[in-house]
């Protein structure tokens, strides 16, 4: 095993107290800046890799990651500064970058636009649970799909994860909070010009009968017999051709944890030994806060939820890991 004992520069044009800033493309001043930092520094073309690394960021999105954003979760201004240096630092071993993309329209069982608030006669109020008790009841009446949708929160309660939440309004296609980062596309772009590897995207959460806090798979799959979603067995394939996973993003109690338990599923499905290649980068997540009455008192607690999981993980031989880690192979 060997350690990589130097840490590339940062490029020029970086510029950490930017990170939490919105600003256009500057991909053209980015790709020159790479070109020549290839040259300086002797990166060769990801190709090239004997040992391949995969960097996974989940849902590195301007509603999740900076402070404006719709559902902008506290610390993540902070994660994807460490986001980027991790990659900048490690350029030259990382063989691969793969970004989801949460991705969604206005009527979605998720958003309080496909819901009547029979009390109120208006939409209900962001971050209402809906329960299936509450709509057989009346309180809640869905302006779309009123059969699939009582299935829907019949079936996601069952399950025992979560009940269906009236999120805000987020990631919205063809929105500026659906775009990534400026700050981590820029790195984006600038590993895929000096590597030579084109940046991977993968969206998440179109159907509008279904959740999708994983990237690998819905919370429920059919609905009344028709099938809403499904696992991604391409995306999961492509990530375990690489010799090790790096996993971040946002957040670390929602889409990174249930993306995790998913992959872990999968993995202990086909192949035990593949969840050695798992590495969790603590510091460039975290979670949404905890939800409390009006008297303080917690109702769920989110960053105990996403504490525990990351025991789990690590439990189960999945690595976890800091952004400064040095990376050995």
């Known amino acids: 095993m060997s350690t990589r004992n130097v840490n590339l520069p940062f490029p020029s044009f970086y510029d950490a ?5 919105l600003f256009c493309s500057r991909s053209k001043l980015v790709a020159a800046v790479a070109r020549q930092y290839a040259k ?29 954003g719709s559902l902008f979760v506290p610390g993540a201004v902070e994660d994807s500064v460490r986001t980027c240096e991790f990659i900048y630092r490690n350029l030259d071993v990382i063989t691969s970058l793969n970004f989801s993309l949460d991705t969604h329209k206005l009527f979605q069982i998720f958003h309080p636009a496909w819901w009547l608030d029979t009390m109120t006669g208006d939409h209900p109020e962001d971050f209402t649970m ?19 949708s009582i299935e829907y929160c019949e079936e996601l309660e069952r ?3 979560y009940v269906l939440i009236g999120w805000p309004f987020h990631t919205l296609l063809g929105s500026v909070g659906h775009a990534m980062v400026p700050a981590i596309f820029e790195a984006a772009v600038f590993h895929a010009i000096a590597r030579r590897k084109q940046t991977h995207f993968e969206t998440k959460g179109l159907h509008p009968l279904t959740e999708n806090y994983s990237v690998l798979s819905p919370e429920v799959k059919k609905v009344r017999g028709r099938v809403v979603g499904q696992f991604n067995t391409d995306f999961f394939k492509a990530l375990m051709t690489h010799d090790r996973v790096y996993i971040l993003g946002q957040a670390s109690s929602h889409c990174v944890k249930t993306t995790i338990e998913d992959l872990l599923r999968e993995i202990m499905a086909i192949d035990p030994s593949l969840v050695d290649k798992v590495y969790i980068v603590e510091d460039c997540m975290s979670p949404v806060p905890a939800v409390r009455d009006p008297q303080g008192n917690v109702i769920v607690d989110f960053p105990k939820i996403a504490a525990d999981a990351l025991d789990s993980f690590r439990q189960a031989g999945m690595h976890v ?5 040095a990376i050995t192979f």
């Open 17 to 21: 107290s930017k990170v939490a800033d």
């Open 40 to 68: 300086d520094q002797n990166i060769k073309p990801a190709y090239e890799d004997k040992f391949k690394i995969a960097v996974f960021g989940i849902d590195t999105q301007i509603d999740f990651c900076l402070p404006f």
């Open 130 to 148: 809906i329960t299936a008790q509450s709509i057989r009841d009346g309180r809640y009446q869905p302006l779309f799909f009123a059969q699939e």
């Open 159 to 161: 399950t025992g994860k």
């Open 321 to 325: 890991v800091k952004s400064t880690d």
